[in-house]
């Protein structure tokens, strides 16, 4: 869902981004759920031929920046990367909202409609701050 609501916010944008999505708790090809498939259509986005991957060291070299949507996950990431520990944040670590400001963002796998749109709403809020961040760390 983060990878889709970050490519269309930056869409268009003067800004080059390639952005690609994995998990630190994937078997990989898994296809996204019919709630992200379902909000993200809502939302103009067509994520119906994405698939999971495990993240791994071609995908943290190839980043300049890598970001996750829990302290668990970042703490992960420090541990199985230590080299990257520099570029990985939590993907509400720069959210102007302080009320969301380095919170996790749930993961609504297995969950219902509601725990899919709360989540969205957290990434669209955190994602145009995030993306500062980004254009003045390039």
């Known amino acids: 869902m983060a990878e889709g609501l970050f490519q269309k916010m930056t869409q268009g944008d003067e800004a080059s981004f390639d952005v690609r999505s ?34 791994d060291r071609e995908l943290i070299n190839w980043a300049s920046h890598i970001f996750t949507m829990s302290a668990s996950h970042l703490y992960t990431v420090h541990k199985m990367f230590p080299e990257a520990s520099e570029k990985t944040f939590l993907v509400t670590e720069f959210c102007d909202n302080q009320l969301i400001a ?37």
């Open 22 to 55: 994995a998990g630190v708790a994937t078997g990989g090809g898994q296809e996204p759920s019919k709630y992200t498939l379902d909000i993200l259509k809502e939302e103009g986005i067509d994520l119906s031929s994405n698939k999971s991957q495990f993240l």
């Open 102 to 138: 380095n919170q996790d963002v749930p993961d609504p796998y297995g969950g219902n409609r509601n725990e899919y749109e709360h989540t969205r709403n957290l990434l669209n809020e955190s994602l145009p701050s995030l993306v500062n961040f980004i254009k003045t760390n390039i």
